[in-house]
């Protein structure tokens, strides 16, 4: 493993950082390791939006809603309105 020493950090960020860890119930250096892993090697979805957002709410049960038709109406002539 390789070892890397962030200078120059402001005292907000660090403290952020060390909130969120305790949030996870994680050290600092896990949860910066975390981080750095999650914004270097993003996942690539293995399915597609859809997909994803359908089973996320899947539990919630779905809702047919009608299909709206327009009424039947002939077509119109265009050559004959343009006044030729």
């Given at each position: 493993m390789a070892t890397i020493m962030i200078r120059n950090l402001d005292e907000t960020t660090k403290t952020n950082l060390r909130l969120q860890a305790a949030r996870?119930?994680?050290s600092?250096?896990?949860e910066a390791r975390r981080l750095l892993r999650?914004?270097?090697n993003p996942a690539t979805p293995s399915e597609g939006l859809g997909t994803r957002l359908q089973r996320?709410?899947?539990a919630l049960?779905?809702?047919e809603l009608p299909r709206h038709r327009l009424p039947d109406r002939p077509l119109p002539n265009l050559i004959e309105a343009d006044g030729q």
């Open positions: 996870h119930g994680l600092m250096e896990e999650k914004a270097v996320r709410f899947a049960g779905g809702v």
